[in-house]
């Protein structure tokens, strides 16, 4: 019985696909009215990785994609890739650990862009509760650029026991909350640490809220109250980032 299949949508998705995952892409669909450079190099690259690639009309995309934001180009992945345990993630890092938690966020662009900001600011893992949250799916992806395939993601059955697991391997759970008692900027976070963020309006649940070692707020200067949680996620891993590389150069 074969593997189970979903779409890919966007070149930046289905590239980063292709690079970090080929023998996982079955077949990728280009609008047969483009001929630019960005579709003559996804040609390119599918070739080299053995990928078919077809022609199709933009009405078939709009089908397989399940809107019209495809760019005009449509892959055909397995569904799932070889797992890799949350253990195993921790004990292959040699830093201290940088994870990303999101409680109870089902906006998948917010998912997308929150997989993109742990891309660019080296966390290790994300991860989320399977119950009341959006995993990966095609718009996931495309929002992610890539990132879906390089960020480690795993969706816990249960959040609140993952915390505590967590907790036994040393790192702090922190949360992020507009009404925490302790500033983002004078927080020390140069040790093994879980960003949890909540969904925005929601925040964190009850029983996640119970789990953190610390609630650190972010300041802010304007007359928003309160920032979307994929900009609250990135704001947090930068510092984290930006505190780790002074501390490593021993300023």
């Known amino acids: 019985m074969g593997h189970a299949t979903r779409q890919l949508i966007g070149f930046h998705a289905i590239t980063a696909r292709l690079r970090q995952h080929p023998q996982s892409v079955r077949a990728i669909y280009v ?9 003559r190099e996804l040609i390119e690259r599918a070739a080299e990785a053995g990928v078919a690639v077809h022609a199709a009309e933009a009405e078939r995309l709009h089908a397989m994609a399940g809107s019209d934001r495809h760019q005009g180009v449509v892959a055909t992945v397995d569904d799932a890739l070889p797992r890799r345990e949350l253990e195993e993630i921790l004990s292959g890092i040699s830093e201290p650990p940088l994870l990303l938690v999101l409680d109870g966020v089902t906006d998948p662009h917010n998912l997308g862009a929150c997989l993109r900001n742990a891309d660019a600011f080296g966390a290790h893992a994300l991860i989320v509760p399977k119950d009341r949250a959006v995993g990966v799916n095609a718009t996931v992806a495309k ?33 992020a909350d507009e009404n925490g008692d302790e500033n ?10 879980a960003w949890v963020l909540g969904a925005e309006g929601t925040g964190m ?11 650190v707020s972010v300041p802010l200067s304007g007359s ?24 490593s150069k021993g300023s």
């Open 143 to 175: 929002a992610a650029s890539g990132a879906a395939d390089t960020v480690p993601f795993f969706s816990v059955t249960n959040l609140a026991r993952t915390l505590g697991e967590l907790k036994e391997h040393g790192i702090w759970i922190i949360g």
């Open 224 to 247: 928003v109250s309160s920032l979307n949680v994929s900009v609250a996620s990135g704001v947090c891993l930068y510092e984290t980032r930006r505190q780790r590389a002074r501390a």
């Open 184 to 193: 983002l900027f004078d927080a020390e976070l140069s040790g093994p640490l």
């Open 205 to 215: 649940r009850r029983l996640t809220r119970e789990r953190c070692d610390r609630i």
């Open 31 to 39: 609008d047969a009215g483009r001929r630019d450079q960005r579709a």
